[in-house]
């Protein structure tokens, strides 16, 4: 039996009344629902809120004086390699990516590397130690007017402060943390953390509350710890804080010349039994045997040929539509 399976056993027996993580496309700790279906996006409407989000931060650093990045930004994912056999697609990569943190698309693709790589690492210590518990951790601090350099330096200290205290080291084995950033110009930045945790023993949430008022010396005391009952799901929430597009639409052009600012500023953290692993690698991993152009379609047998289409292109092909030939043309 797996690790996964074990740990879902183990979970469902001791603890039938816990709460489960939802989809990266839907809200953060909704109880499990006794009924009926749970709302999920629809990949029309993701791909219209990343072009949304896409519009807003081109128009942000282009006020913001950084024209050059807004056209990269513009210019990301517009077009993709395709290898397809004129009804499947086999492949898809974009021609071009502007690899800006704040871009909506390549935040998908980091966040997709990011649980590839820690996803089995995770499961790896959770069948090292099958009695430890993985839980869910929110961390706030107040919204503070100092520049984000100033908020994200003041909460990272808090943070470490918070993984020396003797209780918090006897319960967290270790995890990974991923630090979100909102705010506005009326309200300052606002600055929290996700901690998906490996737990040796039980964590009163009161517990937490006084440890993390201790680590911030008054300032700070909202907290929240959940127990997660699937890892993927659970990786996938967590990871998705620290590469997830942050939400523009109450960003001034200043705030974008602050993030700018901070140049190498990393927003998640392993700590613990995890230390030392990087799960924000600059490139991605070439796939070992992949189908080449001229081989045959493993869904039809048909050819592979190589062309480049815009996203809605790709989606005409997936949605049915026959490419007749390799040049670009589509029908």
Same mark, same amino acid.
């Given at each position: 039996?797996?690790?996964?399976?074990?740990?879902?056993?183990?979970?469902?027996?001791?603890?039938?009344?816990?709460?489960?993580?939802?989809?990266?496309?839907?809200?953060?700790?909704?109880?499990? #629902?006794?009924?009926?279906?749970?709302?999920?996006? %629809?990949?029309?409407?993701?791909?219209?809120?990343?072009?949304?989000?896409?519009?807003?931060?081109?128009?942000?650093?282009?006020?913001?004086?950084?024209?050059?990045?807004?056209? /990269?930004?513009?210019?990301?994912?517009?077009?993709?390699?395709?290898? %397809?056999? $004129?009804?499947?697609?086999?492949?898809?990569?974009?021609?071009?990516?502007?690899?800006?943190?704040?871009?909506?698309?390549?935040?998908?693709?980091?966040?997709?590397?990011?649980?590839?790589?820690?996803?089995?690492?995770?499961?790896?210590?959770?069948?090292?130690?099958?009695? /430890?518990?993985?839980?869910?951790?929110?961390? %706030?601090? #107040?919204?503070?007017?100092?520049?984000?350099?100033?908020?994200?330096?003041?909460?990272?200290?808090?943070?470490?402060?918070?993984?020396?205290?003797?209780?918090?080291?006897?319960?967290?084995?270790?995890?990974?943390?991923?630090?979100?950033?909102?705010?506005?110009?009326?309200?300052?930045?606002?600055?929290?953390?996700?901690?998906?945790?490996?737990?040796?023993?039980?964590?009163?949430?009161?517990?937490?509350?006084?440890?993390?008022?201790?680590?911030?010396?008054?300032?700070?005391?909202?907290?929240?710890?959940?127990?997660?009952?699937?890892?993927?799901?659970?990786?996938?929430?967590? !990871?998705?804080?620290?590469?997830?597009?942050?939400?523009?639409?109450?960003?001034?052009?200043?705030?974008?010349?602050?993030?700018?600012?901070?140049?190498?500023?990393?927003?998640?953290? !392993?700590?613990?039994?995890?230390?030392?692993?990087?799960?924000?690698?600059?490139?991605?991993?070439?796939?070992?045997?992949?189908?080449?152009?001229?081989?045959?379609?493993?869904?039809?047998?048909?050819?592979?040929?190589?062309?480049?289409? %815009?996203?809605?292109?790709?989606?005409?092909?997936?949605?049915?539509?026959?490419?007749?030939?390799?040049? $670009?043309?589509?029908?």
């Amino acid at each position: 039996m797996s690790a996964l399976s074990t740990y879902r056993r183990e979970i469902s027996r001791h603890n039938s009344a816990s709460v489960t993580l939802l989809d990266t496309d839907t809200q953060l700790y909704t109880p499990e #629902p006794s009924r009926g279906k749970r709302h999920r996006s %629809t990949r029309k409407q993701r791909a219209t809120n990343k072009r949304r989000t896409k519009a807003i931060l081109a128009e942000l650093l282009r006020r913001a004086g950084y024209a050059d990045k807004a056209e /990269d930004v513009r210019r990301c994912c517009s077009k993709f390699g395709v290898l %397809t056999c $004129g009804r499947h697609i086999l492949r898809k990569i974009p021609t071009y990516r502007c690899r800006f943190p704040l871009c909506p698309d390549c935040a998908v693709e980091r966040s997709r590397r990011a649980q590839a790589r820690l996803l089995p690492r995770l499961l790896q210590t959770l069948g090292e130690y099958p009695h /430890d518990r993985l839980v869910f951790i929110t961390l %706030t601090a #107040p919204n503070s007017f100092a520049t984000l350099a100033e908020v994200h330096a003041q909460f990272r200290e808090w943070f470490r402060r918070l993984r020396r205290l003797s209780r918090w080291s006897h319960r967290i084995r270790g995890g990974v943390a991923s630090f979100e950033i909102a705010g506005s110009e009326a309200s300052g930045w606002h600055y929290h953390a996700h901690i998906l945790a490996v737990r040796r023993v039980y964590y009163e949430q009161a517990e937490l509350v006084e440890d993390w008022l201790t680590a911030t010396s008054g300032a700070a005391f909202v907290v929240d710890i959940r127990e997660v009952m699937d890892v993927q799901k659970g990786v996938a929430e967590c !990871l998705k804080y620290a590469f997830k597009p942050k939400d523009l639409e109450e960003w001034s052009p200043s705030m974008v010349k602050e993030f700018l600012d901070m140049k190498g500023a990393r927003f998640s953290s !392993l700590f613990g039994c995890l230390y030392g692993m990087d799960i924000e690698p600059e490139e991605a991993q070439d796939e070992a045997d992949e189908p080449q152009e001229g081989s045959a379609c493993p869904e039809c047998g048909e050819a592979l040929f190589s062309i480049v289409l %815009t996203p809605e292109e790709i989606v005409g092909l997936e949605s049915g539509v026959w490419i007749q030939n390799k040049h $670009g043309t589509v029908h």
